[in-house]
């Protein structure tokens, strides 16, 4: 995985998971205000297709927040599309 790839800002105030999809283009998932139903951010990472450190760190993120039915779904389509 390259940082051009994905990376997680660490920007206190504001909190973003950037991904990239063909064509270049990046789209960020907000961490802060995440969907409680994953199934939108999965299929941008299918169809990017992301590193599996993208999907952990999403995975994770859903975790934390308490979101643990989606963590697991996100999980499932990582190794999926592994």
């Known amino acids: 995985m390259s940082d051009e790839e994905?990376?997680?800002e660490r920007n206190p105030e504001e909190r973003n998971l950037e991904v990239v999809i063909p064509g270049g283009d990046i789209v960020q998932v907000d961490l802060e205000n995440l969907d409680p139903n994953?199934?939108?951010?999965?299929?941008l990472l299918t169809e990017a297709p992301a590193p599996v450190?993208?999907?952990i760190s999403l995975c994770l993120e859903y975790w934390k927040q308490?979101?643990?039915d989606a963590a697991e779904s996100i999980?499932?389509?990582g190794r999926e599309c592994a």
């Open 6 to 8: 994905t990376k997680l």
């Open 38 to 43: 994953p199934s939108e951010i999965i299929e």
């Open 53 to 55: 450190p993208t999907w």
């Open 66 to 68: 308490g979101y643990r």
């Open 75 to 77: 999980a499932v389509g």
